[in-house]
C-alpha cells in the first residue's frame, strides 16, 4: 500500500529563516510521482513540483528547493528566507503510473505560519 | 490553455437533502478527473476518479455518487446528506503531461 507521512503538523518560523518541511513515503512500486501542493488559506490547491522517480536530481525554484532522496524515501520541501505569504498547509503527496496520472495519495499536510 | 472552474463556492444544506456539485474543465480533451474531499483539519481523501465518459472508479463506499456524462463534465451528488459530508471539496484533473490541477473548491457545511 502507498503511505505518505508528513510528521510536522504545524511549523512557525519568523520571517527570513529558512524552513524544511518534512515527506517520507512508501510505495512497492518502481516507478511513481512525488509533488509538493499549497493550500493558501482561500483553500485552492496550488501544484509546486512534480518529481519522477528516476530522477533523483534536486531542483531550485527561486526560494524553494527540494530534496529527493531513495535511500530514505524522502522528498523534503525547503522554503529560503521565508515571507509571510508562504503561510499556507503543504502537502505532499504520491502517485504510481508511467506518467503520474492516477489518483493522488495525500500525506497530512504541514501547517506553515511565517510570522513578521 | 486549461482551467477548471467548480461550483458552487460554498453551500450550506439541511441533513437529508440532495446535493450536486459540478466541475467542468477548459483547454483539454479526455482529460483524467477527479473528486476529493477534505474535513476540517485533515488531509484530502480521493472519493472517486474517472477516465473517461460514464467509467467511474470509488474509491470510499459512502452515500455519495459521481457521474461523468460529458468529456470535461464531472458531477459530485447525493440523494441524502449525512452530518459527516461535511467538509472542502475538490476537484481536479490531470493528463499524460500535466500534473493534477484542483479546482477553487466547494466549501460544504451539513446543519
Known amino acids: 500500500a502507498q503511505k505518505v507521512t508528513q510528521a510536522q503538523t504545524e511549523i512557525s518560523v519568523v520571517e527570513k529563516e529558512d524552513v524544511t518541511l518534512d515527506c517520507v513515503y512508501e510505495t512497492r512500486d518502481t516507478t511513481y510521482y512525488l509533488f509538493w501542493y499549497k493550500q493558501p488559506p482561500s483553500g485552492e490547491l496550488v501544484f509546486l513540483i512534480r518529481r519522477n522517480s528516476f530522477d533523483e536530481q534536486n531542483e531550485i525554484s527561486g526560494r524553494y528547493s527540494w530534496n529527493f532522496q531513495k535511500s530514505t524515501s524522502s522528498f523534503n520541501f525547503t522554503i529560503t528566507a521565508s515571507q509571510v505569504v508562504d503561510s499556507a498547509v503543504y502537502f505532499c503527496?504520491?502517485?504510481?503510473?508511467?506518467?503520474?496520472?492516477?489518483?493522488?495519495?495525500f500525506g497530512k499536510g504541514t501547517r506553515l505560519s511565517v510570522i513578521a | 490553455s486549461q482551467t477548471i472552474h467548480q461550483w458552487p463556492a460554498t453551500l450550506v444544506q439541511p441533513v437529508g437533502s440532495p446535493l450536486s456539485l459540478e466541475c467542468t474543465v477548459e483547454g483539454t480533451s479526455n482529460p483524467n478527473l477527479y473528486w476529493y474531499r477534505q474535513a476540517a483539519g485533515r488531509g484530502l481523501q480521493l472519493l472517486f476518479y474517472s477516465v473517461g465518459i460514464g467509467q467511474i472508479s470509488s474509491e470510499v463506499p459512502q452515500n455519495l455518487s459521481a457521474s461523468r456524462p460529458q468529456d470535461r463534465q464531472f458531477i459530485l451528488s447525493s440523494k441524502k446528506l449525512l452530518l459527516s459530508d461535511s467538509g472542502f471539496y475538490l476537484c481536479?484533473?490531470?493528463?499524460?503531461?500535466?500534473?493534477?490541477?484542483f479546482g477553487d473548491g466547494t466549501r460544504l457545511s451539513i446543519l
Open positions: 481536479a484533473w490531470s493528463t499524460g503531461v500535466q500534473p493534477q490541477h
Open positions: 503527496a504520491l502517485s504510481s503510473s508511467n506518467s503520474g496520472n492516477t489518483p493522488l495519495v
